[in-house]
C-alpha cells in the first residue's frame, strides 16, 4: 500500500495501487497516514477496501496501541458515510454509569446533576460512524441496550419515553478475544453476532517489520521534523526491537530520540535503552549480590510497560493483564502516586 502518498489535491491521486484506500486519515495528530509495506498489513488493507463499501458492523481486534483506531477512521473516510461525523468513544475509560449517558444522552431530571437535556453519541454520530473503543469493556446491563438500539435503529435518551432514530454505523475495536468473552459470560452472544458482520485484525509490529522504519519515517513528519534521518545503527536498532508497546512505543521512541539529537541525524545512542536492548545495569545490593528478588523484577517490568504506553496506566494495565485498580495499587507502592 502507498501509505505515504502526498498528493494534496485529488483524492484519486492518493488512492493506495494496492487496495484503492485513502490512506490519509483526519482527525489524530499522531499516526495520521496508514502504513502497510508488509505483506501482513497489505492483506488487512485490501480486506478492509471491501468492507468500506458496506454499512455493516465491523470488529477491529489487535493488540494495544497496534493502530486499531486509525483503520477504524479509515473504514469511515472511505466509506458511503465519509462526509458524516466520526464519534469515537472508549469504552473501558467511562464508568458504567456515565457510559450510559455519554452513549445514549438524557433528560433533565434523569438523575442527580443532570440539569439539562444532552444528547449521547449515537445521536451525535446520525449519518456516520460510531466507533466503540474497548467494547468488551461494556458492562452487560449496557450491552442489551447497545444490541436494541442497534436492532431496531431507535434510542431512548436516559429517563426519556420517546425513542428516536439512530442512523449510525458501528465499528468496534478491542485487545481481547471477544468469542472467549462469550464463553465466559461476559459478553453477550447475540451483540457479538449483531457487531461481527465483518472482522479485521491488525497485526502487532513485531510481524509487520517492513512497515517500522515507514512509520518511523511518518512520525518524523508528524514530529516537524521531516529532515532527520537514521544512521544504519539506529534504523537496525528500530527494525530488530519487538515493539511491546506497537506503533505507540515507537512514537515515544521517536520523541525521546529528537530530544536527544541535536543534528538531522538519529544514532542508536538517541534511542531508549529499551530498543537498543542496552537496558542500564542495576546497580549491585550491598551484600555484593546481583540477583533480584521477584518484586524488584515485577516492578521493573510493571515501570517500563508504563514508559511504552506512553504513562496511560489504563493500556499498560491492559498489555500487563491487570485491573486499572490493581495497576494503580501497584504504583501506589511504588511511591509513584
Known amino acids: 500500500m502507498a501509505g505515504r502518498c502526498q498528493a494534496p489535491f485529488e483524492r484519486e491521486a492518493r488512492l493506495c495501487r494496492v487496495c484503492r484506500l485513502d490512506p490519509e486519515v483526519e482527525g489524530l495528530k499522531r499516526c495520521s497516514r496508514l502504513v502497510a509495506e508488509s505483506p501482513a498489513m497489505k492483506e488487512v488493507m485490501v ?37 458524516g461525523p466520526f464519534i469515537p468513544v472508549n469504552v473501558a475509560a467511562l464508568p458504567a454509569e456515565l457510559l450510559e449517558s455519554e452513549l445514549f444522552g438524557h433528560v433533565k431530571g434523569a438523575f442527580t446533576g443532570a440539569v439539562s437535556d444532552k444528547r449521547g453519541l449515537m445521536e451525535a454520530a446520525a449519518g456516520g460512524t460510531l466507533f466503540l473503543d474497548e467494547v468488551a469493556e461494556m458492562p452487560l446491563p449496557l450491552q442489551a441496550k447497545l444490541l436494541r438500539a442497534l436492532q431496531d435503529g431507535e434510542v431512548r435518551r436516559v429517563g426519556d419515553v420517546r425513542p428516536f432514530t439512530a442512523d449510525v454505523r458501528v465499528v468496534c475495536a478491542t485487545h481481547r478475544d471477544l468469542a472467549r468473552r462469550v464463553e465466559q459470560g461476559l459478553f453477550r452472544e447475540d451483540l457479538y453476532y449483531r457487531l461481527k458482520v465483518f472482522t479485521l485484525r491488525v497485526p502487532p509490529l513485531r510481524e509487520r517489520r517492513e512497515d517500522v522504519l515507514p512509520l518511523a519515517a511518518q512520525l518524523l513528519d508528524v514530529a516537524g521534523r521531516p529532515g532527520v534521518r537514521f544512521t544504519r545503527a539506529a534504523a537496525r536498532a528500530l527494525e530488530e526491537h519487538r515493539w511491546p508497546g506497537n506503533v505507540r512505543e515507537l512514537q515515544n521512541a521517536i520523541t525521546h530520540a529528537l530530544a536527544l539529537a541535536d543534528g538531522g541525524e538519529v544514532d542508536v ?40 504506553c506512553g504513562g496511560r496506566q489504563a493500556e499498560a494495565a491492559r498489555l500487563l493483564g491487570v485491573g486499572r485498580t490493581t495497576l494503580w495499587r501497584k504504583l501506589r507502592g511504588y511511591g509513584l502516586t
Open 47 to 83: 480486506r478492509a477496501a471491501r468492507f468500506a463499501r458496506s454499512d455493516a458492523s465491523v470488529v477491529i481486534l489487535g493488540e494495544s496501541g497496534a493502530g486499531k483506531e486509525v483503520l477504524a477512521r479509515a473504514l469511515h473516510a472511505n466509506g458511503p458515510r465519509r462526509s
Open 269 to 308: 545512542e538517541h534511542l531508549p535503552d529499551e530498543v537498543t536492548g542496552q537496558a542500564p545495569s542495576r546497580a549491585p545490593a550491598e551484600d555484593g549480590g546481583a540477583l533480584r528478588t521477584l518484586a524488584e523484577v515485577e516492578q521493573a517490568h510493571v515501570l517500563r510497560v508504563l514508559e511504552a
